[in-house]
Structures are given as C-alpha cells and as structure tokens.
C-alpha cells in the first residue's frame, strides 16, 4: 500500500497551466502505476493519465493528449500532471491513483488513491 497525497491545484484562467503534483510514502515507489483521475460536479470520475513504473511508458485520455503531461520522478518519491491550454472543461476534482504493477492503458481500479485536489478553469 502506498500512501499519496496531491497538491498545485487552484483557480486559472482559461489558456493557463498549472502542475499538480502526487507525493508518496513507501519505499517501493517504482513498482507502482501512477495516473490521474478527475471528477467534476454531477459527473463520473474519469480516467486522465497514466504512467509507468519506470516513467518510460505514458497514456492519456484524448481530450488532454497534446495539453496534458504526465511524469514522476522516482528518486523523490512523486508524480507530477504538467497541464497547459486550460479549458473550462477541465474543471474538476484531481486524484492521484496508485497500483502494482498495473497497464497503463487499462488503469481502471487503482488500489491507492490521494484525496484530490480542486483546480477551477475560469473562462
């Protein structure tokens, strides 16, 4: 189990960036998938992106390809969502979600998951 905990959220203007940042305790960090879930009022939560345990590998939901970056960095323990080209649309709720060894393209149920963090895209 890996505990994590989400921070960078805030209020932009649509256009804008903001980095959103997942740290996580436990010393086997690198054997976990990482990815980003989002969930917005009256809505489902949904996938956004994923990574590798080594960072080599990465997949995103269409509608932040080309916006959206996912990266960690294994030496510190944390991931990071580097999101450009803000839209109102975006607006949600942000977790981090962790699992073993998981498939970056079919990273549906994460066993570990941080509270969340709002980020609000003003237009």
């Known amino acids: 189990q890996v505990q994590l905990v989400e921070s960078g959220g805030g209020l932009v203007q649509a256009g804008g960036s903001l980095r959103l940042s997942c740290a996580a305790s436990?010393?086997?960090?690198?054997?976990?998938?990482l990815g980003w879930f989002r969930q917005a009022p009256g809505k489902e939560r949904e996938f956004v992106a994923a990574?590798?345990?080594?960072?080599?590998?990465?997949y995103y939901t269409n509608s932040v390809k080309d916006r959206f970056t996912i990266s960690r960095d294994n030496a510190k323990n944390t991931a990071y969502l580097q999101m450009n080209s803000l839209k109102p649309e975006d607006t949600a709720v942000y977790y981090c979600?962790?699992?073993?060894?998981?498939?970056?393209?079919?990273?549906?149920?994460?066993?570990?998951w941080g509270q969340g963090t709002q980020v609000t895209v003003t237009s």
């Open positions: 436990g010393r086997t960090f690198s054997s976990y998938t």
């Open positions: 990574i590798s345990e080594s960072g080599g590998g990465t």
């Open positions: 979600a962790a699992e073993r060894y998981s498939d970056i393209r079919n990273f549906r149920a994460p066993t570990d």
